[in-house]
């Protein structure tokens, strides 16, 4: 049983880390590279092989040089849990990342760091609480019904492009109380392009946006559609007269030190949400409405389940038929188990980067202060050691028993520690929710065949449109 084998192979990786530690200074093994080059070669052709031939080497950490920096993957999840949770004061975002997005949004949650950090994070964590999170149920069931409306009649849907839409319109009617249907296309069009220019596989993404290569053209270009759909949402509320109680209320009354935030602060927050907040999210059902989609067996389970606990759905739409509700998804095991299940297989956010601040010593290495510690879910989700045949679509395998034996850092598709995704229940109720919705009206068919080839941009993307079949479900009434 899983279980069973993730401890015993437990307690043989620290064997494997005494064993390590009685050679300190040493350099952790790692894949071969040029000369000069390192590895950056064999990383921008394929980052994902590359992974895996990182992987392939058998050891929780693995050292290798990228564009002139020394660079370490950490596998093991005891390792992973003291960078981000046990240590996490002697680690911040690394320079990968301030250096790439922090061309674009500076001053947003996701790049600020120490006392700032905190002060914003405690401001704006309200937002995202349990019981705000559930008054907007209602509305996300809503927008789902909406757009599954529009698919009647239709044999084939471009998901991910669908869903990209989708989530955008219902993060901006949720944290900005903005109706961007109909006019998402600039922030839509916007989030992929800045998305492709960050693609770690692209050499575009080693060099600063100033130099005027396509990319970055389009990039900065896509920026100013952003800046400009996020000014008009900020003049516009600023000219209402309405009594708001949103995100971007709390923006703009936020007050930091007897201090409000200024406007580069308002839009780099705004930015970094609506940007971490939807391409994720829409990622998680794309990949789910996939999975699904290749895998009838499940599908059927899935429908059996909502047919019991929703009713079938077939009478039509929002005015017809029952939607799912926040308390629905209290008896909806397993689609928590889908959602669960495709968040392993194919985690939106494919690693975690930080720096340590100093030297530190892990899994018996020593990491140098300044260097780049990469924890890839991508990599850590498909150990043999914590999942039976990893590759595969197991929703059954997210039993209790399975989750409570399960160490606590094999499975971390939102990150951890103080740092973890201020929108994880944002995000998994808006997945389960759409997922119920959708698939309650619609049987999805393969179109897209596996395996997926799928791309490093600053979300694990898929290189292609991902589609799918929809037939409208004609099942018999509910007994
Ligand atoms: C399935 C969807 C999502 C996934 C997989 C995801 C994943 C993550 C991960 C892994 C982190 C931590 C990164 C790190 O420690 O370096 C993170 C942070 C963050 N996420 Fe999410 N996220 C999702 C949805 C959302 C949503 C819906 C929002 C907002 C509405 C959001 C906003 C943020 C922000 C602002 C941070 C930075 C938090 C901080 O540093 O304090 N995310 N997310």
Known sequence: MA??????????????????????????PG??????????????????????????????????????????????????????????????????????????????????????????????????YRERIETYADMMARFADERADEWEGRDTVTVSEEMRTLTLEILAKTLL???????????????????????????????????????????????????????????????????????LSILLDLDVNGEGLDESEIRDHLFTFLFAGHETT?????????????????????????????????????????????ADLFDVEYLDRVVDEALRLYPPAYTVFREPTRDVEIGGYEIPAGSTISMPQWVVHRDERWYDDPDAFRPERWTDDFRDDLPEYAYFPFGGGPRHCIGMRFALMETKLVLATLAQRFAFEPVTEPPLDLSMQITLQPDDPIEVGVQERSGAPPV
């Open 3 to 28: 279980t069973h084998d993730a401890s015993t192979e437990r307690s043989e990786a620290s064997t494997a880390e005494a064993l390590r530690q009685s050679t300190p200074g040493d350099r952790p």
């Open 31 to 128: 894949p071969d590279g040029l000369p000069l080059a390192g590895n950056t070669v064999e990383f921008l052709r394929d980052p994902l092989a590359f992974y895996d031939r990182c992987r392939a080497l058998d050891d929780d950490v693995v050292s290798y040089r990228v564009a002139w920096s020394d660079g370490y993957m950490f596998t093991h999840p005891d390792d992973i849990e003291r960078v981000l949770v046990t240590d996490d004061a002697d680690f911040r975002r690394a320079s990968v990342i301030r250096n790439s997005l922090g061309q674009i949004a500076d001053g947003g949650l996701f790049l600020m760091e120490g006392e700032a950090w905190q002060a914003h994070r405690s401001a704006l964590q309200p937002s995202f």
């Open 177 to 247: 109380d903005v109706d961007v249907r109909g006019r998402e296309s600039a922030i839509r069009d916007a989030a992929a392009a800045i998305s492709d220019r960050f693609d770690v596989g692209s050499v575009s993404s080693l060099l600063p946006l100033w130099v005027p290569t396509p990319a970055n053209r389009r990039c900065r270009r896509a920026v100013k559609e952003f800046d400009d759909a996020i000014a008009d949402i900020v003049t516009d509320r600023r000219a209402s007269e309405g009594e708001f109680d949103d995100l």
């Open 282 to 326: 829409a990622l998680t059902l794309s990949y789910a409405v996939f999975l699904l989609a290749t895998h009838p067996e499940k599908q059927a389970r899935l429908h059996e389940e909502l047919d019991d606990v929703l009713g079938d759905g077939s009478a039509g739409s929002a005015a017809d038929g029952p939607r799912p509700t926040a």
